[in-house]
């Protein structure tokens, strides 16, 4: 039997991919194909809603196919095809569980493709899919539709926020596990909440309030989501952001453009070229556009307080637990409740009775319950909570029998206790433990030693004599290191003001004497008020407010008050006192303890913290004048000159000192790992050596360090990574052999006479230059 013969019109019906592309191409032409088509597709698709169970396996291809070819075409006719989106939600709807998998695969990718050519909208994309990730049991499919739901998000805030969509899907993540907080379904929000804060697509308060949401649930697994958000978030999105530039970074235009220049021009070359531009643009109009204010997830949250209480007595130390938690589960809940007290610096006493029971070496994950008690201490704290904590670990690790391992995690949570609340320490204890420094396990001498160092700073009046160092005993003694009190906060104000004031009394002095003035008095107040207006002249001489930078002042504005200064005050009872009476106030008194300005003054108590000392010690340059531009500027290279000189060896104690107070005010965001506790603990002698090297270098783990390479080699591999060519005799170097044995051989059959005309070349192009005589 011979083969039948296809006309063109059955061609046409058969091939449904050569119609799309004809249709595409001349819609108005092909009208009646689609037609036909879509009749076709129309009945398949009732028959098959009538008995999904007893479709055949060709109506089920057939349909697919039409499916497919119609979601591709159907922007060429609107009217026709516009009950199509309508069909496929309900086919979706009402038999997702029954449908076949390619079939099933392929309704959700044809969904999203009339997404694409704007059909239908986002929202009602969405709307159809999220309730379908909540109900279906085939994993391949719930895989399927988050990742199109996260690519439908990603798309609609590619070119700007999509506000509205945003706030419609955040409603229904944070209904769903505000309706029903025992249900699995949650995890679904967590997941996508999470990612989406991963790509800084959502970065507001309404996603820290879903995420808080599922941090209370009454289910494990989402409860274990949400902590874990605000524990590894952000961290998270810092890594994405690395990772997004270094891949953008990678594009090199210089490289690309030479190769178009030397090699075959071809349409892919040309289709690179234009890609790798447009990249460049695009990471060029990001370095200009503003910096956004990626704020940490922790400090979005309305009310840190109730948050932190809720966790604790919720997952805890519950009177009727509603969900219950594993070990782990409990630690993930402690170190974020930790966290949020100590960043927020937020009191919860029941928490620090609450670690009581966990401190002690035979407890697992111990140093992670340590760093949470560490995190969890800040200078608002009392000191009576934290003394049995202090003490506990103190008999519990810190003795001759314990382990050098067990000796230096206590060492260190103690010492880390202290950073945040140097009063949670007694002076019996204090002297005790600082014996350790004497240890011969170089974790425990070092732990100790760091203690040491730390009250040196903080409280050297519990060290003995022989352990408080130098500069603590010349503090002590002048009265410059004073006892903390509870609560007490130190003064902020402009860094470097008191070196500006320095130099300008300096300046003022030398000006007097080569003047030949007598000595600055109190007597002599005229004359000073005269030199600093004279200075304050010269500091505005050169500004100009036009050409300033700042936009938000249009100039100076002269008020005048019939020829007397107005004075402004906080208060309207107190009448600020004169400029002669703030001078006079700063100025010494004279030997013989006489006083004008104590008089008018209430006496002062003998409380060091008091207020009329610390507005004593607030320098009058900012509370007397305002700083010129010249001021500024001075300013600025006093400070540079200062942090020239705090690198020098001269002031090595002084570079001791700021690390010790680096070390107390460590950034509130950085958490305390269990590897801080540690300390040089981690280093056992189980390590292997190539981890004891990583760890002197400070080498995180499963870091590798640079395989060393000689300079020739770094050269080498800087020209290739830059796209550059080698030298000839590089090239020459790599040639194959048998390319060079003929030449090798007529090289050595050469006679005298060759060899020297070969060398008079060689010597005449050398002194031209080179063949190009490029030479001068």
Not at 199 to 211: C, G, L, N, P, Y
Not at 534 to 542: H, L, M, S, T
Request: with cysteine; charged share 30%.
């Amino acid at each position: 039997m011979g083969k039948r013969k296809v006309g063109a019109l059955e061609k046409v019906d058969a091939d449904l991919p050569n119609l799309q592309h004809k249709i595409r191409r001349d819609p108005l032409s092909y009208q009646d194909d689609f037609s036909n088509q879509w009749n076709q597709y129309r009945s398949l698709i009732d028959v098959y809603l009538q008995s999904p169970s007893t479709s055949d396996d060709a109506s089920i291809v057939s349909l697919r196919e039409l499916i497919d070819f119609v979601s591709h075409v159907a922007d060429c006719y609107p009217r026709v095809a516009s009950g199509f989106a309508d069909d496929l939600k309900n086919l979706l709807a009402s038999h997702h569980a029954d449908l076949e998998s390619e079939l099933r695969d392929k309704v959700v990718g044809s969904l999203v493709l009339i997404r694409k050519k704007e059909i239908i909208d986002s929202a009602t994309l969405l709307t159809t899919l999220f309730p379908l990730l909540l109900t279906t049991a085939s994993k391949s499919l719930r895989v399927l539709l988050f990742q199109k739901i996260l690519s439908e998000l990603r798309t609609a805030n590619s070119k700007s926020t999509n506000h509205r969509l945003n706030r419609q899907v955040q409603t229904l993540l944070y209904d769903l596990l505000a309706s029903d907080p025992t249900s699995p379904k949650g995890i679904w929000a967590v997941k996508l909440t999470r990612e989406l804060w991963k790509r800084q697509i959502w970065s507001d308060t309404k996603a820290v309030e879903i995420m808080k949401e599922a941090a209370l649930s009454q289910n494990e697994k989402v409860v274990c989501g949400g902590v874990r958000f605000f524990l590894g978030g952000d961290k998270e999105r810092e890594e994405a952001a690395e990772e997004s530039s270094d891949e953008e970074d990678t594009v090199d235009m210089a490289k690309l453009k030479h190769q178009a220049g030397i090699s075959k021009k071809t349409k892919k070359k040309a289709a690179d070229l234009k890609k790798a531009a447009a990249t460049v643009k695009r990471k060029e109009r990001k370095k200009k556009a503003p910096h956004p204010l990626n704020f940490s997830a922790l400090h979005l949250l309305n009310d840190p307080q109730g948050f932190a209480e809720k966790l604790f007595f919720q997952h805890l130390y519950p009177q009727h637990p509603k969900v219950r938690l594993n070990l782990e589960q409990k630690l993930l809940v402690l170190q974020l409740v930790s966290r949020l007290v100590g960043l927020h610096k937020l009191t919860l006493i029941q928490l620090y009775s609450y670690f009581l029971k966990f401190l002690t070496p035979r407890q697992p994950s111990v140093t992670s319950f340590l760093a949470s008690l560490a995190q969890a201490t800040h200078n608002l704290v009392p000191p009576d909570a934290l003394e049995p904590l202090v003490q506990k670990v103190a008999n519990e690790f810190v003795s001759e029998a314990a382990a050098a391992e067990v000796a230096s995690a206590g060492l260190n949570a103690i010492r880390e206790i202290c950073v945040r609340q140097p009063l949670a320490m007694n002076e019996t204890l204090l002297q005790d433990l600082v014996m350790y420094r004497k240890s011969k396990d170089k974790g425990t001498m070092m732990a100790a030693k760091g203690l040491v160092s730390l009250y040196r700073e903080v409280g050297a009046e519990l060290l003995k004599k022989r352990d408080r160092g130098k500069e603590a005993a010349l503090g002590l003694r002048s009265g410059a290191l004073k006892e903390r009190r509870f609560g007490e906060s130190e003064e902020g104000g402009i860094e470097g003001l008191d070196l500006l004031e320095k130099f300008k009394e300096e300046e003022r002095q030398r000006k007097r004497d080569e003047k030949g003035l007598p000595e600055d008095d109190d007597n002599d107040e005229a004359l000073r008020i005269a030199e600093e207006e004279q200075e304050e002249v010269e500091g505005w001489k050169n500004w100009d407010a036009e050409d300033d930078d700042s936009d938000d002042s249009g100039g100076w504005i002269n008020v005048e008050s019939d020829g007397e200064d107005i004075n402004i005050s906080d208060s309207d009872d107190e009448k600020p006192p004169p400029a002669k009476k703030l001078r006079t106030s700063s100025s010494p008194t004279s030997k013989n303890g006489e006083a004008n300005d104590e008089k008018k003054q209430p006496p002062a108590t003998p409380d060091p913290t008091n207020a009329s000392q610390r507005v004593a010690e607030v320098s009058k340059l900012a509370t007397t004048r305002i700083l010129t531009p010249a001021d500024l500027a001075k300013l600025n290279e006093l400070r540079t000159q200062a942090s020239i000189q705090s690198h020098l060896p001269a002031a090595r104690r002084k570079q001791l000192q700021l690390a010790a107070q680096a070390a107390a005010s460590r950034h509130a965001d950085d958490a305390i790992t269990a590897e801080t506790i540690s300390g040089l603990a981690a280093l056992s002698s189980k390590a292997t050596r190539e981890e004891k090297i990583a760890h002197a270098r400070g080498l995180k783990p499963g870091e590798q360090r640079e395989k060393h390479q000689s300079t020739t080699a770094m050269r080498k591999a800087k020209k290739e990574a830059e796209g550059k060519s080698t030298t000839n005799k590089e090239k020459a170097r790599k040639k194959n052999f048998l390319m060079t044995l003929g030449k090798a051989k007529k090289k050595g059959k050469r006679s005298l006479v060759e060899t020297r005309k070969v060398l008079r070349g060689h010597l005449e192009r050398q002194k031209r230059g080179g063949k190009r005589g490029n030479k001068g």
